[in-house]
């Protein structure tokens, strides 16, 4: 196993799991920490969604799909759904599609190579997505073109630098990358919302220490903002919102450790991760 530069590495941008990345993710992918995770995510998938009235939904998309390591739960979970998987790197999905074929399923599975976010897909096809734990990287040549394909609105931008200014103040991070985060967050906020059906439901399964509701004011309103979910004026004017907030769910884990092994802070070595459940608008 090679040692990692994470931060040489995030900076190529969808080519980032074409190579040491993807190997690691695939050592992490499948330890027992993580297995554990995928078949809790799952059942907790179709828990929720069985209550929703959808226990069976037509077409369900993994949003960054990676090596598919969850495919294996969800083709057993939801047999009879269409399953579409998509990710930035060539690698990734045919470590997924080999993955796939070792198990029996009635599932039909779509691998679809994209970088992403990605505007151009299909919209409205979709009743479910799942995002799960999101190691999304973009380069600055692949953020301009996000940019220009998004054309965020002057409310929003204005929203997000008052954000990153804060953010900065908490955390002792430059507010220009927090912005760039937060932009980048709200970009695949809305490449989901383009995909999603109306009133679909987006899955948003992320690391966390501890509940969204023990997360400090800024974690808090940071996050609903980069889920199109913060319900905020601004004067007389409204940020939109594309997503509603309906639920969340934490789980202590062991693949917390993931976040460790990228920052190097030891906060990050307790925790686990949310299932943050999103209705869109």
């Not at 969340?248 to 802070?265: A, I, T």
Request: aromatic share 10%.
């Amino acid at each position: 196993m090679h040692s990692i530069d994470f931060d040489k590495e995030f900076v190529k941008g969808s080519a980032a799991f074409e190579g040491f990345l993807a190997d690691w993710w695939l050592e992490k992918s499948n330890d027992p920490a993580h297995r554990r995770a995928y078949l809790n995510i799952s059942s907790k998938m179709h828990q929720i969604l069985s209550e929703c009235g959808i226990s069976s939904p037509k077409t369900i998309v993994d949003y960054a799909c990676g090596n598919g390591a969850i495919l294996r739960s969800l083709v057993t979970r939801f047999p009879k759904t269409d399953i579409i998987a998509i990710d930035g790197s060539k690698k990734m999905l045919s470590l997924a599609n080999s993955s796939l074929q070792q198990v029996e399923h009635e599932s039909s599975i779509e691998f679809l190579h994209s970088p992403l976010p990605n505007f151009t897909l299909p919209e409205k096809t979709a009743d479910v997505v799942l995002f799960l734990f999101p190691n999304i990287t973009i380069s600055s040549k692949e953020r301009r073109l996000v940019r220009k394909q998004l054309n965020t609105d002057p409310l929003t931008l204005k929203a997000a630098r008052f954000l990153a200014k804060w953010n900065e103040v908490e955390s002792d991070f430059a507010a220009d990358e927090c912005l760039d985060d937060i932009l980048d967050s709200r970009a695949i906020t809305s490449n989901i919302h383009q995909i999603l059906k109306k009133g679909g439901l987006w899955f948003h399964v992320e690391y966390t220490n501890a509940p969204r509701h023990q997360w400090d004011e800024v974690d808090q309103i940071t996050t609903l903002f980069e889920e199109s979910a913060w319900p905020v004026s601004i004067g007389s004017d409204e940020i939109r919102c594309e997503f509603q907030l309906i639920k969340s769910l934490y789980f202590r884990s062991s693949v917390m450790l993931d976040v460790y092994e990228q920052s190097g802070d030891p906060e990050d070595r307790n925790g686990g991760y949310v299932i943050s459940v999103l209705q869109a608008l």
